[in-house]
């Protein structure tokens, strides 16, 4: 990072096109294909995990009807640029609002998502009159993809955890000449915003999560040593405590992810319906709409080319690996990604319905000591940006209104 | 044998028969393996390193005879009979001697029969291996449900005390009245399930994996020994960084089946991660060419290949979710009491070494105990001399 200040090669930023070799796409079809299942599952439901039928659907799909370079001239009519912060090359999608003193803001995907994610909120953030939205809503949205993830680098060195990517990030909103600027993410991306309020760098003015990171600590030591939840939990805390403890034991990839990225890397790289599977299988409730779709049923903004746009990045990116390496930084740094973030910096919190773990607001005052707002959305889950891209902007556009 | 009821309780003669297509898609699917990049980290603790698998990769498809498994089994005899709707396959291998005692033997996950057929020799004709004639036993080594060439269970319900049922009644149908039962891993489960259901004719069990406390069912008693604290450190060692493949298994078996049904080496990454121990040793035989005992590059193979070629990687699996079920729905009962003799080899390698303490509070009347000097969770695939004499020992009383 000082590094970066003193070779000015390092500063560059160059644009980006997406370009897969039409070999890939070949191959990625051949081995689909030639897929060779498993007997389907003996439960009726997802209780076992993704289920046959819809990888089924989901193989048919990929294989036969889906097409690329559709999400590829998608993303090529965005600005897309790399530029190399800490010896890695980090993609990102830079959208400047046509509006002047529109908010710079950089989002932050999450896990098993990836800059695909964040596609559908760029016109209304960007672009708000056309949306429901006055000028003063207006952003300059940047939508970086992870280390690890998508177009950006590979890290080849441990170390790539939330703190390093959020110092990363503070870097790259600089070397793009933001002085004043918000941040948001869910999923990892809560925890990357965080840790970018921590760091509280110039011109951070506050953040906005929709994954309150805000569970007590002495909750949580009830959840690690598996006891009775405490005393006098609200029936909303008690939920909360209900659905962390899940989180917690009954996660598998998380645990996978955590500890063996590198043995789960090994199916993720080679077989592209065992990485849709694994990519699949978040959180039940996302899980049960998103194998909906393949049956033809919608789930809000959400299409199968979507899912399968993000499922494909993966997969020619041949980052699954990186990806999940992730959680294994995380793991290493001890920390637990449900407690409280302890906060003092301006911070903004939605909950949304469907989330796997919902905020209750007693906690999330507890650990965002600055919260500036506070909502719980109508409709949307885990994917809340893909899933309903409107709503969700209008949260954006909520949350950091005080802060312009 | 059970002629005369030969309608339901057929025992058929069984061979493997290894289709030539099976074997040149699993060379195109070797062949053509994308890999993911490098662990960043110089240990196992990332998983299983890419070093390891490309070695096994590369013998796998260059090297490896992909018929010896075919050819190994045949060598034995094996037989199918259904049992409770599930097809079972089982070796059986009676000794040359009289008064032999019967024995079934149960594997585990990762492993299936493969893992025991070095002790079949010693077993079945100890005077060619060290012993004599009266440590002889008659061999009973079945396929457990969803594994190699037994069925693949189509209802929910097949946990290991289902399986345990069905051990009990391929034994009677075979017309052994007075028998013994042993199993590490998941066949020590199976084997701990035997032995509290009592079924007549067994006369007691050995087991050397200590299942209650890895599922971590029994409280540990106050004031640990240093032996009974380097078990509980290995075990927390365990459930904090070595546990994830057993809560996948047991909770998303399909999930993480559709990998290990469409990519060999996804196969062999997610087989090869067990345990710290059996990993490096299995990672010095690839890539080291210096196997440990008789882990040996051909022997791993033999048994990656098996759940390849009969494509159990998911059901396989699934019986960790069925033991999962099993568990969650007998919440706050505890089982009834294992009351028949109980034999316990620790070895020195296991996840963790089972302290004697531990065994005499499990079980109320443990006939045998003993340390010994090597081996580690696949026992009877590592040291399989070994293995027979400490099954030798503890059965001894009970002949």
Redesign the interface.
């Known amino acids: 990072m000082s590094v970066d200040t003193a070779r000015n090669a390092d500063a560059v930023v160059r644009p980006f096109q997406v370009d897969i070799p039409e070999e890939a796409i070949v191959e990625l079809r051949r081995?689909i294909t030639?897929?060779?299942?498993?007997?389907r599952?003996?439960?009726d439901d997802q209780s076992?995990?993704?289920?046959?039928a819809t990888?089924q659907d989901l193989a048919d799909y990929w294989a036969t009807a889906y097409d690329w370079r559709r999400c590829e001239a998608k993303l090529n009519a965005l600005p897309q640029f790399l530029t190399e912060i800490d010896g890695l090359d980090v993609h990102f999608i830079h959208v400047r609002s046509p509006h002047v003193n529109a908010l710079p803001l950089i989002v932050s995907h999450g896990w098993p998502g990836s800059i695909i994610e964040q596609l559908k909120i760029i016109e209304p953030l960007t672009n708000p009159t056309d949306h429901g939205g006055s000028e003063a809503d207006a952003f300059d949205v940047v939508i970086p993809s992870l280390p690890g993830y998508g177009f950006s680098g590979?890290?080849?060195?441990?170390g790539w955890g939330p703190d390093r990517i959020a110092g990363a990030w503070a870097t790259l909103m600089q070397r793009l000449g933001y002085r004043r600027y918000v941040a948001q993410g869910g999923d990892w991306g809560t925890a990357i915003s965080a840790a970018l309020a921590r760091q509280a760098p110039d011109g951070l003015l506050g953040i906005h999560v929709n994954f309150a990171q805000m569970v007590p600590l002495e909750v949580l030591g009830h959840i690690r040593n598996a006891e009775p939840a405490p005393a006098g939990l609200s029936d909303a805390e008690q939920r909360a405590y209900e659905q962390v403890t899940f989180a917690t034991?009954?996660?598998?990839?998380g645990?996978?992810q955590?500890?063996?990225?590198?043995?789960?890397?090994?199916?993720?790289?080679?077989?592209p319906?065992?990485?849709?599977?694994?990519l699949?299988?978040h959180d039940t409730t996302s899980y049960q709409h998103l194998a909906q779709l393949f049956a033809g049923q919608p789930f809000g903004a959400i299409t199968r080319d979507d899912v399968l746009d993000n499922t494909s990045l993966y997969w020619f990116t041949?980052t699954?690996?990186?990806a999940a390496?992730l959680y294994?930084e995380q793991g290493r740094a001890g920390g637990n990604f449900y407690a409280t973030a302890d906060l003092s910096f301006p911070a903004a919190v939605t909950v949304f319905p469907e989330e796997y773990v919902q905020a209750p607001r007693s906690w999330t005052e507890q650990a965002y000591h600055n919260l500036i707002y506070f909502n719980q959305a109508e409709r949307g889950g885990h994917f809340a940006a893909w899933e309903q891209p409107q709503l969700f902007a209008e949260e954006l556009r909520a949350a950091f209104r005080t802060l312009r | 044998m059970s002629s005369t009821v030969e309608t339901a309780n057929a025992i058929s003669p069984f061979e493997v028969q290894l289709a030539e297509e099976a074997l040149d898609d699993l060379r195109r699917r070797l062949a053509a393996t994308r890999w993911p990049s490098r662990e960043l980290v110089p240990d196992r603790s990332q998983g299983v390193q890419l070093a390891t698998l490309q070695a096994l990769a590369r013998y796998w498809a260059d090297d490896y005879d992909l018929r010896r498994v075919e050819t190994r089994l045949n060598a034995l005899p094996q037989f199918r009979t259904t049992i409770d709707g599930v097809a079972i396959h089982f070796l059986h291998v009676r000794s040359p001697h009289v008064n032999a005692l019967p024995l079934i033997i149960t594997h585990g996950w990762p492993g299936s029969v493969i893992e025991l057929l070095e002790v079949v020799g010693p077993l079945t004709d100890p005077t060619s291996h060290g012993g004599r004639a009266e440590d002889a036993f008659d061999l009973v080594v079945p396929s457990v449900p969803g594994y190699g060439f037994s069925g693949e269970p189509a209802e929910l319900g097949w946990d290991p005390g289902r399986t345990a049922t069905a051990w009990a009644e391929l034994m009677r149908r075979l017309g052994y009245t007075r028998y013994v039962a042993q199993g590490g891993d998941v066949g020590a489960v199976i084997t701990d399930a035997m032995g509290r259901q009592g079924p007549q004719g067994l006369a007691g069990i050995h087991t050397n994996l200590l299942v209650t406390m890895l599922a971590g069912g029994t409280a540990p008693p106050p004031n640990p020994t240093p032996e009974e604290r380097a078990a509980l450190d290995a075990l927390a060692s365990f459930r904090a960084t070595g546990f994830g493949y057993f809560l996948e298994q047991a909770t998303r078996p399909q999930t993480i089946g559709y990998a290990l049904l469409d990519s060999p080496v996804a196969l062999a990454g997610w087989m090869l991660d067990h345990d710290t121990d059996s990993y490096y040793k299995i990672a010095r035989a690839f890539v080291d060419g210096q196997p440990v005992g008789n882990l040996t590059r051909d022997h791993l193979l033999d048994n990656i290949t098996l759940y390849w070629l009969t494509g159990t990687g998911a059901s396989a699996a699934r019986s960790y979710w069925e033991g999962g079920r099993a568990a969650a729905m007998a919440a706050g009962q505890p089982p009834p009491e294992v009351r028949i003799p109980v034999g316990f080899t620790t070895f020195p390698d296991e996840i963790f070494a089972a302290p004697r303490s531990w065994v005499e509070q499990l079980y109320p009347n443990v006939i045998y105990f003993h340390e010994a000097d090597r081996g580690g969770h696949f026992a009877a695939w590592e040291e399989p001399q070994l293995f027979s004499e400490e099954l030798r020992a503890g059965f001894r009383p009970l002949r």
Do not use: C, H
């Not at chain 1, 955590?258 to 077989?271: C, M």
């Open positions: 081995r030639a897929w060779r299942p498993p007997e599952e003996p439960v076992q995990g993704v289920q046959l990888v590979k890290p080849a060195v441990a034991f009954r996660r598998g990839y645990v996978i955590g500890t063996r990225p590198q043995t789960i890397g090994y199916s993720l790289a080679d077989t319906v065992g990485l849709a599977a694994w699949l299988d041949n699954a690996t990186s390496r294994w």
